[in-house]
């Protein structure tokens, strides 16, 4: 019913930037919030950020000042920008979003693909 597709991912060197996209699909009625995860090799997925559609953001305490997300409401499409980017941000990263479809009056969780971040020199 729903599909993410993720985009944007790739090798970077410390203290570059990436930006992540992630765009929505499918027959959607609400976007409530739409974030990004990451999780890399023997950790737990953590969350990275989320906004919400009337923009209420919350951050990782590890990405904080550093990571930007944001959202195209029209577009259900959600955007993280990345910079000063460190050796410990390499992970797989997940776009995840909380949709109401039409027909239905809960929210449902979705999960994209995700894309590789490498950070490396």
């Known amino acids: 019913q729903v599909q993410l597709v993720e985009s944007g991912g790739g090798l970077v060197q410390p203290g570059g930037s990436l930006r992540l996209s992630c765009a929505a699909s499918g027959t959607i009625k609400i976007t409530s919030v739409m974030g990004w995860y990451r999780q890399s090799p023997g950790k737990e997925r953590e969350l990275v950020a989320t906004?919400?559609?009337?923009?209420?953001?919350k951050y990782g305490d590890s990405v904080k000042g550093r990571f930007t997300v944001s959202r195209d409401n029209a577009k259900n499409t959600v955007y993280l920008q990345m910079n000063v980017l460190k050796p410990e941000d390499a992970a797989v990263y997940y776009c995840?979003?909380?949709?109401?479809?039409?027909?239905?009056?809960?929210?449902?969780?979705?999960w994209g693909q995700g894309t590789l971040v490498t950070v490396s020199s």
């Open positions: 995840n979003a909380k949709v109401i479809v039409w027909g239905q009056y809960n929210n449902r969780e979705f």
């Open positions: 906004i919400t559609d009337g923009g209420s953001i």
